[in-house]
């Protein structure tokens, strides 16, 4: 099977804290935000081997924050496919500071219509489609 992978860099800033987000108290790098960045290494780590008309989302996330980074640090996020079951795609990802890693988890996404999805999602309202 032909690795598939993405990785992203960021820089930590106060509205990415647990403080900011309101998903703590503290001045550091908030789960919510690790979670969003796991989200879309992995969508970008299969984006080319989707057809036009089709897109994946996010069902389950299963997330270890095993570490605290301050506002400031360099964080890299890093998504590998590990299986891919029909629609289903599994990934393995990580995130890591300069001490190393900060989270870890595995990432389910599946394979939607993207047209029949939000007609779903916003019912028959044109408008919102």
């Known amino acids: 099977m032909i690795e598939h992978m993405a990785t992203r860099e960021y ?4 509205e990415m804290t647990a403080q900011a987000v309101r998903s703590g108290s503290l001045r550091v790098l908030a789960t919510p935000v690790i979670a ?4 879309e ?14 897109t994946t989302v996010g069902t389950r996330l299963e997330l270890d924050h095993v570490s605290p980074t301050p ?27 300069e001490n ?3 989270a870890k988890g595995t990432h389910i ?14 019912g028959t309202k044109e408008e919102t489609v």
Do not use: N
């Open 36 to 39: 969003a960045w796991m989200e």
């Open 100 to 102: 190393g890693i900060c």
């Open 109 to 122: 996404r599946y394979a939607v219509k993207i047209e029949p999805f939000l007609k779903k999602a916003y």
């Open 11 to 14: 820089v930590v800033t106060e």
């Open 41 to 54: 290494a992995s969508t970008e780590a299969i984006r080319s081997l989707l057809p036009e008309g089709i």
């Open 71 to 97: 506002v400031g640090a360099r964080v890299r996020v890093e998504s590998r496919l590990v299986k891919t079951e029909g629609r289903k795609y599994t990934f393995e990802v990580t995130a890591e500071d």
